[in-house]
């Protein structure tokens, strides 16, 4: 028997009557996780991106954006294109493993506030500012954007010759630019403070549009759903992995040009190897 035969039975054994386990571990997955027999295509959205083959100087990536609430809140007119994308994952690890895993990007500097760069590419980049670590709100659970906007100047005037990937939270949950708390039922208010969530950080996106030089793509790592009633006794609201649902996959993908740095390539850092269980606890990943 194979040791990850053993490990399933193993855990079957442990959770056969928990109907969360289930849900989460097959229901979901394999079930509806069948669509992914398509992946890296989604019929209708053609081929899903490959972030670091695309060209770009800085990509500021905003966590969980649907393309329609981009499209719907941000001034389309302040980028040269605009052009939805469909994501390699439907989660900030799929996402995080299917385009930097295994990778050497000596290139790039990754300033990030979400914890599963760290966990799943932490040695991938010349240097990942691990601001989850660091600026992390205690009130909010989250870091705040400006913290982000902060580290991403300083890190590209502390590395000008490299390739900038800069990672918001927002607008994903706690949902610290709106009055509505993200643990609200209704679906209307959610998608409100969601919307609030995406206005108050795209302020910061502007200003490093402003600060940074070069051309600068904002895109998201993967998009949202809202579940209740049925929905959520099946368990495929939020942005569970493996789901190639439009809600989940289709991402902005908005172009400002720019006079384009030069870049250099140097050595990749080594993954700490931090314990960030806590951090996706708060984000809501565990």
Same mark, same amino acid.
């Given at each position: 028997?194979?040791?990850?035969?053993?490990?399933?039975?193993?855990?079957?054994?442990?959770?056969?009557?928990?109907?969360?386990?289930?849900?989460?571990?097959?229901?979901?997955?394999?079930?509806?996780?069948?669509?992914?027999?398509?992946?890296?295509?989604?019929?209708?959205?053609?081929?899903?991106?490959?972030?670091?083959?695309?060209?770009?100087?800085?990509? +500021?990536?905003?966590?969980?954006?649907?393309?329609?609430?981009?499209?719907?809140?941000?001034?389309?007119?302040?980028?040269?294109?605009?052009?939805?994308?469909?994501?390699?994952?439907?989660?900030?690890?799929?996402?995080?493993?299917?385009?930097?895993?295994?990778?050497?990007?000596?290139?790039?500097?990754?300033?990030?506030?979400?914890?599963? &760069?760290?966990?799943?590419?932490?040695?991938?980049?010349?240097?990942?500012?691990?601001?989850?670590?660091?600026?992390?709100?205690?009130?909010?659970?989250?870091?705040?954007?400006?913290?982000?906007? *902060?580290?991403?100047?300083?890190?590209? &005037?502390?590395?000008?010759?490299?390739?900038? +990937?800069?990672?918001?939270?927002?607008?994903?949950?706690?949902?610290?630019?709106?009055? +509505?708390?993200? *643990?609200?039922?209704?679906?209307?208010?959610?998608?409100?403070?969601?919307?609030?969530?995406?206005?108050?950080?795209?302020?910061?996106? *502007?200003?490093?549009?402003?600060?940074?030089?070069?051309? &600068?793509?904002?895109?998201?790592?993967?998009?949202?759903?809202?579940?209740?009633?049925? &929905?959520?006794?099946?368990?495929?609201?939020?942005?569970?992995?493996?789901?190639?649902?439009?809600?989940?996959?289709?991402?902005?993908?908005?172009?400002?040009?720019?006079?384009?740095?030069? +870049?250099?390539?140097?050595?990749?850092?080594?993954?700490?190897?931090?314990?960030?269980?806590?951090?996706?606890? *708060?984000?809501?990943?565990?």
């Amino acid at each position: 028997m194979t040791v990850s035969l053993r490990h399933a039975l193993s855990e079957i054994r442990k959770n056969y009557n928990s109907l969360n386990w289930w849900r989460n571990r097959v229901f979901v997955p394999y079930l509806f996780g069948t669509l992914t027999r398509f992946y890296p295509k989604y019929p209708g959205y053609g081929e899903a991106v490959r972030v670091m083959e695309e060209d770009w100087d800085t990509m +500021i990536v905003l966590d969980a954006c649907r393309a329609d609430s981009f499209q719907s809140v941000a001034d389309l007119d302040r980028f040269d294109t605009y052009d939805p994308r469909v994501s390699l994952g439907s989660h900030s690890s799929e996402w995080t493993r299917r385009n930097f895993q295994g990778g050497s990007f000596g290139d790039t500097v990754y300033v990030s506030a979400n914890p599963h &760069t760290s966990l799943e590419a932490g040695d991938a980049f010349h240097r990942v500012v691990e601001l989850w670590e660091t600026h992390t709100d205690e009130d909010w659970g989250v870091v705040p954007p400006e913290a982000v906007r *902060d580290a991403a100047i300083e890190a590209h &005037t502390e590395f000008p010759d490299k390739r900038l +990937i800069v990672h918001f939270m927002q607008p994903h949950g706690p949902f610290i630019g709106s009055v +509505i708390g993200d *643990d609200h039922r209704n679906e209307s208010e959610y998608w409100q403070a969601y919307a609030e969530n995406l206005e108050y950080v795209m302020g910061y996106v *502007d200003d490093l549009l402003e600060a940074v030089e070069g051309k &600068t793509v904002v895109t998201a790592d993967h998009g949202q759903a809202y579940a209740s009633g049925l &929905t959520e006794r099946l368990g495929i609201g939020g942005h569970k992995p493996r789901l190639r649902f439009p809600s989940l996959v289709k991402v902005p993908w908005a172009v400002r040009d720019g006079e384009r740095r030069e +870049i250099r390539v140097g050595e990749t850092t080594e993954a700490k190897g931090e314990q960030v269980q806590d951090r996706l606890k *708060d984000l809501g990943y565990l």
